[in-house]
C-alpha cells in the first residue's frame, strides 16, 4: 500500500538526511598530512618509522610479514603529502550525537523493527464475510431518507464520530493488488487537534509511527527513533485513513440481513456506492464493521471502541525527541518520495 511505502521511505529518507546535516553543521579545515613509505622488491608499500641515533642520523625501517625489522636506505624512502579536509568537532546535542550514531548505519535500521509484533486480528472475520451465511430479511423499518433505522446505539455512535471530542479504537484491514495486511489505530480527536497511533508492516515485522495535529501544526513521530518531522497540513491527509473517521453512509440502500458469528447475531445492511457493495454490521444496535469491496479489493474497518472525550496528553510532540523538520528541507513534500 501506497501509504505504507510512503512511512518505510521517509525513515531512510530522514536518517540519509540527518547524515548530510552533521557534515553541513562542522566548519573544519585543511591540513597537509605526510606519509612515509619504502616499495619492496615485489611491489609491495611498506609504512617507513624513524628513529634518530646517538650520532644524529636518522634511520628508516620497516618491520616484515616475519617481524623482522629492515632497515631502509634514505634514498628508497617516499614522502608524499596530501591536503585532507579536519572537521571541527561536532555541534551536535548530547541527544543528536547519540542518534546519529545509533541510526546513521542502514544496517541498524533493523534494530528499529518490532519483530515481535502481533499480527491483529479481526474479531468478527479476517476477510470477507461470505454472503451465502447472510440470512435475507425484510420488514426493516426505514427512516425519511429510505435507510434502516438501527437504533439509539448508532445514532450516539454516529454523533461521537462527529463531534468535537471522542477516542477510536479500531482495525483497517486492506487487500489491495493482492497484497493483505491488517492494521491497528488508535485515534484521539478534541477540537483541532488530533493524534492518530499506529503500527505500519515492514518486512520482518512493525514500526510504530504517531501521527499529530495540533496548535495548527502537524507532525509525523517515529518513537522508535525519538524524532519528528514538521509536515504539510495535506500530508497527512494522504495517510490518515479518513474512511474509518467519516461516518458518511453509502448512498444507495439495497437490502438487509442477519448472520451469527460467534453466537452473536449481527445485523447486515447492503448497500450500494458507484458499483461497490458496502456492508454495515451491527450488533445490538451499534456499528461494528464496515466491508467494502468493488470484486477485486477490499477493505474492512473494525470498531473495538468508540467513546466520548480525549486524553489531552496525547496533544504534543514527547519532550526529549529530536527535531528533523530542517534536515528534511523547507519545501519537504512526503509524496515526493513515495
Not at 130 to 159: F, Q
Not at 294 to 322: C, H, L, M
Amino acid at each position: 500500500m501506497k501509504k505504507n511505502i510512503i512511512a518505510i521511505v521517509l525513515v531512510f529518507a530522514m536518517l540519509a538526511g540527518f547524515a548530510s546535516c552533521k557534515k553541513l553543521e562542522n566548519e573544519g579545515e585543511w591540513v597537509i598530512e605526510s606519509k612515509v613509505y619504502v616499495t619492496d622488491q615485489y611491489g609491495a608499500q611498506h609504512d617507513v618509522q624513524a628513529v634518530t641515533k646517538t650520532d644524529g642520523e636518522t634511520e628508516y625501517y620497516y618491520y616484515n610479514t616475519d617481524g623482522n625489522r629492515v632497515t631502509v636506505a634514505h634514498k628508497d624512502v617516499v614522502v608524499s603529502t596530501t591536503k585532507v579536509y579536519k572537521p571541527a568537532p561536532t555541534t551536535l546535542s548530547p541527544e543528536q550525537q547519540s542518534f546519529f550514531e545509533a541510526y546513521t548505519d542502514p544496517d541498524a535500521f533493523q534494530e528499529l523493527i518490532d519483530e515481535n509484533v502481533t499480527q491483529p486480528e479481526l474479531d468478527m472475520s479476517d476477510g470477507l464475510i461470505s454472503d451465502d451465511i447472510i440470512n435475507e430479511v425484510g420488514g426493516v423499518e426505514l427512516d425519511a431518507d429510505g435507510k434502516p433505522i438501527r437504533g439509539e446505539k448508532d445514532k450516539a455512535y454516529e454523533e461521537i464520530l462527529k463531534g468535537d471530542s471522542f477516542t477510536a479504537d479500531f482495525y483497517i484491514s486492506s487487500s489491495f493488488n493482492g497484497s493483505e495486511t491488517v492494521v491497528p489505530f488508535y485515534t484521539c480527536k478534541d477540537g483541532e487537534n488530533l493524534y492518530i497511533k499506529t503500527s505500519m508492516p515492514v518486512d520482518g515485522g512493525a514500526m510504530e509511527f504517531e501521527f499529530l495535529v495540533t496548535d495548527k501544526k502537524c507532525y509525523i513521530i517515529i518513537p522508535a527513533m525519538r524524532a519528528y518531522v514538521n509536515v504539510p497540513a495535506e500530508t497527512l491527509g494522504e495517510m490518515i485513513p479518513q474512511e474509518a473517521l467519516e461516518q458518511e453512509m453509502a448512498s444507495t440502500y439495497v437490502k438487509s440481513g442477519q448472520v451469527e458469528l460467534d453466537g452473536k447475531t449481527y445485523d447486515v445492511d447492503y448497500y450500494d456506492a458507484e458499483g461497490q457493495t458496502v456492508k454495515y454490521y451491527y450488533l445490538d444496535g451499534q456499528l461494528k464493521r464496515i466491508e467494502n469491496t468493488d470484486g477485486e479489493n477490499t477493505s474492512i474497518v473494525q470498531y473495538n471502541e468508540i467513546k466520548k472525550g480525549a486524553d489531552k496528553s496525547k496533544f504534543r510532540v514527547p519532550s526529549g525527541y529530536i527535531d528533523m523538520t530542517a534536515m528534511m528541507g523547507e519545501n519537504f513534500n512526503i509524496n515526493d518520495l513515495a
